[in-house]
T-cell receptor
Framework: GEDVEQSLFLSVREGDSSVINCTYT??????LYWYKQEPGAGLQLLTY?????DMKQDQRLTVLLNKKDKHLSLRIADTQTGDSAIYFC???????????FGAGTRLFVKA | GAGVSQSPSNKVTEKGKDVELRCDPI?????LYWYRQSLGQGLEFLIY????????KSGLPSDRFSAERTGGSVSTLTIQRTQQEDSAVYLC????????????FGAGTRLSVL
């Protein structure tokens, strides 16, 4: 069945790069997403990638997609304390409404 | 509207009572979702509304849960005879672009069942 897995915690020092990893099971996934959740707030879309792309860069964010291994990663360059949050990986299929979310990776940024 | 609005932000109730949670989606968004987020868990899909189509209720955990969407806009999630295991954050999201399915989330309602 459909499943999205990610590690639960990541701790980095301010200024370092953070890499959050995700694996998914459904090879028919069309869009893959990274959402960010700050304390007491809902999820906010950070970025998304279409399945025919290998990489997408947006300022400090780099998304890498390995379709063969069904692996998605999010790299945050020059991580700041304001980046501390929970990051959710998610997948959805074309023409489908259903989006499958991972359990979220809690990123701690140490000053 | 400015964004997805949910009310109340917090709800404390006694076991066995009924609760209603409200969601105001972004104006013009045709799709609306309800999710449940328990501590340390991912988002559990509950129900999906799209336009005038029949909702997909496949994620509702029991018949104590129901939802409606009036006039294609505001939605209410009702939990009858609440149980302690219903304690969670209930998130609502709306979406405009069905192809990309980018969802915009409200801040959620934190439900505590004593």
């Amino acid at each position: 069945g459909e499943d999205v897995e990610q590690s639960l915690f990541l701790s980095v020092r301010e200024g370092d790069s953070s890499v959050i990893n995700c694996t998914y099971t459904d090879s028919s996934s069309t869009y893959l997403y990274w959402y960010k959740q700050e304390p007491g707030a809902g999820l906010q879309l950070l970025t998304y990638i279409f399945s025919n792309m290998d990489m997408k860069q947006d300022q400090r964010l780099t998304v890498l997609l390995n379709k063969k291994d069904k692996h998605l990663s999010l790299r945050i360059a020059d991580t700041q304390t304001g980046d501390s949050a929970i990051y959710f990986c998610a997948e959805s299929m074309t023409g489908g409404f259903k989006t499958i979310f991972g359990a979220g990776t809690r990123l701690f940024v140490k000053a | 509207g400015a964004g997805v609005s949910q009310s109340p932000s917090n709800k404390v109730t006694e076991k066995g009572k009924d609760v209603e949670l409200r969601c105001d989606p972004i104006s013009g968004h045709t799709a609306l979702y309800w999710y449940r987020q328990s501590l340390g868990q991912g988002l559990e899909f509950l129900i999906y509304f799209q336009g005038n189509s029949a909702p997909d209720k496949s994620g509702l955990p029991s018949d104590r849960f129901s939802a409606e969407r009036t006039g294609g806009s505001v939605s209410t999630l009702t939990i009858q005879r609440t149980q302690q295991e219903d304690s969670a954050v209930y998130l609502c999201a709306s979406s405009l672009d069905e192809a990309k399915n980018i969802q915009y989330f409200g801040a959620g309602t934190r439900l505590s069942v004593l």
